[in-house]
T-cell receptor, first 113, second 111 residues
Framework: DSGVTQTPKHLITATGQRVTLRCSPR?????VYWYQQSLDQGLQFLIQ???????AKGNILERFSAQQFPDLHSELNLSSLELGDSALYFC????????????FGEGSRLTVL | AQRVTQPEKLLSVFKGAPVELKCNYS??????LFWYVQYSRQRLQLLLR??SRESIKGFTADLNKGETSFHLKKPFAQEEDSAMYYC?????????????FGPGTRLSVLP
């Protein structure tokens, strides 16, 4: 158990819908990262937050948004869903300052039908 | 700019054969390098990091600053090593620590 919790584990929805994925980082970790992993693809970095503020942005679509709340949990919002959005979405957390590893959650598997 | 490359998308070896997964990086400072492994669509988990200089599950990796490489090696591959392997770099910039992942190499160990 990495200490990073993601919900829901599985989600099936239809095109055009909106979903919210939730991530609770490890206790004490201030930085949260979101990654997308499509079938047989590598990790695509979406966005990173540090202590509530957006720190870095990757290949995140405009239909997607995220935020980190004062209690440090984060939510990734995916709207106007398309079939191609079906993927495994990982959240990871780290201490941020100093050196350290990245701890990953189990991921949320999104299926868009 | 920070960048991590893994030239092989797929690497297939037979059980008992040596395996080497290549990783090269570009970074202007002193990076920290990691190897992460992902089994059967599970979460990514840390395999090893260069500062610990330890062997995990028979795997080792040496940081070669001259060649800017951090190749992962195992002398005798096992079927249970079949997984996706990601090389990652952690560096520091004006905003603190950040992570960059390579595209990953899928290792398939054949019986």
């Amino acid at each position: 158990d990495s200490g990073v919790t993601q919900t829901p584990k599985h989600l099936i929805t239809a095109t055009g819908q909106r979903v919210t994925l939730r991530c609770s980082p490890r206790s004490g970790d201030l930085s949260v990262y979101w990654y997308q992993q499509s079938l047989d693809q590598g990790l695509q970095f979406l966005i990173q937050y540090y202590n509530g503020e957006e720190r870095a942005k990757g290949n995140i679509l405009e239909r997607f948004s995220a935020q980190q709340f004062p209690d440090l949990h984060s939510e990734l919002n995916l709207s106007s869903l398309e079939l191609g959005d079906s993927a495994l979405y990982f959240c990871a957390s780290s201490v941020f300052r100093g050196s350290g590893e990245l701890f990953f959650g189990e991921g949320s598997r999104l299926t868009v039908l | 700019a920070q960048r991590v490359t893994q030239p092989e998308k797929l690497l297939s070896v037979f059980k008992g054969a040596p395996v080497e997964l290549k990783c090269n990086y570009s970074y202007s400072g002193s990076p920290e390098l990691f190897w992460y492994v992902q089994y059967s669509r599970q979460r990514l988990q840390l395999l090893l990091r260069h500062i610990s200089r330890e062997s995990i599950k028979g795997f080792t990796a040496d940081l070669n600053k001259g060649e800017t490489s951090f190749h992962l090696k195992k002398p005798f591959a096992q079927e249970e090593d079949s997984a996706m392997y990601y090389c990652a770099l952690s560096g520091q910039d004006n905003y603190g620590q950040n992570f960059v992942f390579g595209p990953g190499t899928r290792l398939s160990v054949l019986p």
